[in-house]
Each structure stands twice: as C-alpha cells, then as structure tokens.
C-alpha cells in the first residue's frame, strides 16, 4: 500500500516536471498555459496578500449551508418515503420531477427572489446535494433481509426498534455513500452558483480570472477548489470510519 502511494507521487512529480518543462521549452504563454512553478508562486503570493480568503470563506459557508440543509432534506425525506407508502406514492413522483430540471436554470429565480447574498447560493447547493442521499437512504432503509425482518416481528418488535436495530444499520454505508456523492457536489454546487451572481467566492474568483485574462490565478484557483473537494470527501470517510469501528462492531 505504501508503495503503491509512493508510485502515485512520484507520478505526480513526473506529470509536473512535464508539464514544466514542455511549457518552457516551447515557450507557451501563460495566458494559454501557465507552468507549475508559476502557478505556485501565484497560490502563495495570493496567500501571503490575505487576497483568497474571503473569497474561500464565501464558498465555504455556501458549501457547508448547502450540504447540511440538502443532507437533512434528502435523509428526513428518504426515512418518511422509505417507511410509508402513501407518502412514497405521492411524494416520489415530484420528488424526481424536481431532479430532472436543472440546477442552473433555477438560479436566476432563487437570486430574483432571495437576491444576491447566501441564501439563493446555499439553496442550490442543498438542492443538489439532496437527491444523492435521498435515494441512498429510500434503497438501504428497504434492502433489509426478509428473514431479519421476520424474526423481529415473530420477536414482537415496535416499529420503532426494528426502524433502530434493523433498518438504520442496513441503510449506514448507502447513507455514507450518499454523504460523500454530496460533499463534492456541494463544491460544484456552489461553484455554478456563483457563476450566476457573486462578487465574492471561489467561483466569481474563476469569472473575474476569466475576464481579466489571468489563467495563472484561474489555475490556483482550480487547485484551491481540488484541495476543498478532496479534504471534504475524506472528512466524511473518516468520519464515516470512526461511527463504524464506534457503533457497529
């Protein structure tokens, strides 16, 4: 294991050195692709400077108000529609109509109504976020074993107790599954919904880049965006680590 992830740096380090190395020699400009080394010295120029901060903070409460609206959404609604039919019939329908729009499409609308501040951006990101965990949590509150279920009811166990000792243990890993699906969505989320109306956050930053013609800092900030995805996503394995090891053996 160790060396396969000592391959995969040094994989890495060769792809730079390439990158690097083709750009100079062919002397690209940086508008069209800068090296490395310049994106580097961008990333801690800009740090150094104070100038991304606010800008990841802005995301980053769009991206955590999103995620945790849109987990709490999708999971409530994922146990109501799981355990009863009569809502399962009437909400499911709408539920997957309300997917099948785009995202995108909404946002002029939620930024008329709500305006420019959080709330239309954080609503996208729940919004996306939602249905990935919806869905997990319908399919592993209802992929239990029959024989489990029989036994608890032969066992003359309350809705309640099987929901607690048979159910929910089923649907942990689809629920998991469903988080980390939802954690890199809210990145993305949050990164469209800026590109609708924002003055601050990691996705106006890639539009002010854009109009400015500085790839440089576009890079970095697609980097920045890289490192945020991945550090979410591995926040909830290891979470999702620590609650198995705790609660379920």
Known sequence: MKKMKLYSILLFLVMLIIWE???RIKDISQIILPT??????????HFQSGYFYPHIIATSIEVFGGFFAGSLLGIGLGFIVSLSKPAQEILHPYIIASQAMPKLALAPLLVLWFGFGYTPKILIVALVCFFPLFENTVTGLSNVSRDKLMLFRSLRATSYQTLMKVRLPAAMPYIFSGLRVAVILSVVGAVVSEFIGANKGLGALIIASQGMMDTTLMFSVFILLTVKGILLYQSICWIEAIFFKKYMF
Not at 36 to 45: C, E, K, R, T, W
């Open 21 to 23: 190395g083709v750009v």
């Open 36 to 45: 490395p080394s310049d994106i580097a010295f961008n990333l801690v120029q």
